[in-house]
């Protein structure tokens, strides 16, 4: 709008994206009305969104395979029976602490949820947040399921560590390994479960270790 001050518009969306502060309080510190508020705030993130994307360094880039290569090669360095792994996914619970009053009414949206999968240099390779309410882990990451399927995308016998709360489907079988659930140990054949109890030992340490 005529008069707004870009740069006063960004500091005030990066306060909003920082803080649990309300559209009515930011619309009464700065004398405006609420309607106001919202497009100017609608905007600032317009323009955050497309400054960002010529950002190199903060983009969510998924590796290439040469990356793949890479970052498998490193992790099988320090845990030798975990092979062509290049990172990790994990999902993410977040609780509004102030919700609005319209939040309130809908329980189950004080509850934000999301999925992160970030490489060996703890680098995001692909993210999805902000699912409002309690989500499924493997609905949440069903995208960066058909990524590791597409041979364009993920190099061959390579995947990610998850942990049990990821769907190990026969179709993603191989580009996802995941801890020994419980009594998943007692029915493997006895001459297997020490090398299966090892590699979920390493798996459960390399999970750790990332988070």
């Known amino acids: 709008e005529k008069g707004e001050d870009p ?22 510190l700065h004398g ?18 497309k400054s960002l994307q010529r950002l190199t360094l903060v983009k969510i880039n998924w590796p290439t395979k040469a990356e793949q290569r890479a970052y498998a090669a490193r992790i099988e360095a320090k845990y030798p029976n975990i092979k062509g792994r290049f990172g990790f996914v994990d999902g993410k619970d977040f609780r509004v602490q102030e919700p609005s009053d319209t939040e309130r009414a809908v329980q189950r949206l004080v509850l934000i949820t999301g999925v992160l999968c970030f490489s060996v240099d703890g680098l995001i390779i692909w993210a999805k947040h902000n699912c409002v309410g309690s989500w499924n882990d493997g609905d949440m990451s069903r995208e960066s399921q058909e990524k590791l399927l597409r041979a364009d995308l993920c190099e061959e016998d390579y ?36 090398a299966l109890l090892s590699l979920s030992n390493s798996i459960t340490s390399l999970q750790q270790a990332c988070e």
Do not use: M, Y
């Not at 405006?32 to 969104?49: D, M």
């Open 7 to 28: 740069v006063q518009s960004l500091h005030v969306k990066l306060w909003v994206c920082s803080s649990e502060v309300d559209l009515k309080s930011i619309a009464l």
């Open 32 to 49: 405006v009305p609420r309607a106001t508020a919202s497009k100017t705030l609608l905007k600032a993130e317009l323009a955050l969104n």
């Open 159 to 194: 995947g990610i560590v998850a942990d049990t709360a990821f769907p190990v489907s026969k179709g993603l079988r191989g580009k996802s390994i995941s801890p020994l659930k419980e009594n998943e140990l007692e029915r493997a054949h006895p001459l297997a479960q020490a």
